[in-house]
């Protein structure tokens, strides 16, 4: 599965974006997704993550209540609905996919085996 992330961009504070992930070479059907993202000298943290029978959520705790994670098999592609953005948010977001994540490992990087190369988010004060 090739994995292209797309949407990022400069924001203010408080401001949207949605990120899209298209998916080639495999279907998303069967597979969990799921968003995780990198700041500058920090580690790949989880955002969000979807099992792959599309029940099934699972969000940081930072991003709850602001963040919506999503997916239309039909066009083969996954969403990050974010809003009301701050600073923090500010970081490159990486998707991913896999076939073999169970519920419990959703939030774990290592449980993904398809990555996107990352889409750039800077939220401005």
């Known amino acids: 599965v090739q994995l292209q992330a797309s949407g990022g961009g400069m924001v203010q504070a408080g401001g949207s974006l949605r990120l899209s992930c298209a998916a080639s070479?495999?279907?998303?059907?069967?597979?969990?997704v799921a968003w995780f993202r990198q700041a500058p000298g920090e580690e790949r943290d989880f955002v969000a993550a979807?099992?792959?029978?599309?029940?099934?959520?699972r969000y940081a705790d930072s991003v709850k209540g602001r963040f919506t994670i999503s997916r239309n098999t039909a066009k083969n592609t996954m969403y990050l609905q974010m809003n009301n953005l701050s600073p923090e948010d500010t970081a490159v977001y990486y998707c991913?996919?896999?076939?073999?994540?169970?519920?419990?490992?959703?939030?774990?990087?290592?449980?993904?085996?398809?990555w996107g190369q990352g889409t750039l988010v800077t939220v401005s004060s």
């Open positions: 991913a996919a896999d076939s073999s994540v169970i519920l419990s490992n959703l939030a774990f990087r290592s449980a993904y085996r398809y």
């Open positions: 070479g495999r279907t998303f059907s069967g597979y969990a």
């Open positions: 979807m099992h792959r029978t599309g029940t099934g959520t």
